[in-house]
């Protein structure tokens, strides 16, 4: 298969291309201006694998949770590559990329992926590997206080993402298991979206939504009076 990733929900942003088992990508933490760096990464990961995109199969992108404009970023984009391509695009949780790159550079089986909502919060969600080596969920995305945040026990627990750098987690894993430094990368989103693909889980662009899991950010405020 032949996919197109990209990733701007968090502080870094991303692109790379899957083709075959050889992956092209750029990665960056410019925490700001996502949105022109991202376009000339899309760019420069084709060039390297020497397609265009009428050459992809699908275009995948990392649907959030994170950073409310990173996200809208990241799916807008992937919505006019695809409309303009003509092809599908399939959406992936940054969590789940998240925990992917936990398994890849940590060898994790078991990782609770958390990154920092601001606003005293947390997204998390605690996810499995599969026979492929590929990340399942083992719960539900969440976004509230990192107190909620439940380790199952027993069981060989990894921590990945920028949540697990806040005080408040302190003591919930070993330091040793915890990877703060952690940010979803476009790569891994690509590895997920193949399997996805595969599942049947491509939409057209305009299906192709974002995942905020804050509401009262993500609605305008005449929808989210009351709620």
């Not at 006019?80 to 959406?91: E, I, N, Q, R, S």
């Not at 089986?109 to 605690?126: L, Q, T």
């Not at 492929?132 to 069981?155: K, Y």
Request: aromatic letters at 4%; charged letters at 20%.
């Amino acid at each position: 298969m032949k996919i197109l990733a990209i990733d701007t929900a968090t502080e870094a942003c991303s692109a790379a291309v899957l083709s075959g088992e050889t992956i092209a990508m750029r990665y960056d933490e410019p925490r700001r201006g996502h949105s022109e760096q991202i376009l000339p990464m899309v760019d420069a990961v084709l060039a390297e694998a020497g397609l265009a995109l009428r050459d992809l199969d699908v275009i995948a992108v990392g649907r959030g949770p994170g950073a409310f404009t990173g996200v809208r970023i990241a799916v807008s984009v992937a919505q006019g590559l695809a409309f303009g391509a003509g092809k599908l695009v399939v959406p992936v949780s940054d969590l789940a990329a998240l925990a992917q790159r936990a398994v890849v550079e940590h060898n994790a089986h078991n990782v609770i992926a958390c990154i920092d909502a601001r606003m005293d919060e947390v997204y998390w969600g605690r996810f499995a590997v599969d026979a492929q080596q590929l990340v399942v969920a083992d719960s539900d995305e969440r976004v509230g206080p990192p107190a909620e945040i439940v380790v199952p026990t027993p069981g060989d627990w990894w921590g990945a993402g920028t949540g697990w750098g806040l005080h408040s987690l302190r003591g919930k894993l070993p330091a040793d298991r915890t990877a703060p430094q952690l940010l979803p990368r476009a790569r891994e989103i690509a590895l997920l979206a193949r399997r996805d693909f595969h599942a049947g889980k491509g939409v057209p662009p305009e299906q192709a939504l974002p995942v905020y899991l804050r509401d009262k950010v993500a609605r305008p405020p005449s929808q989210s009076a009351g709620n």
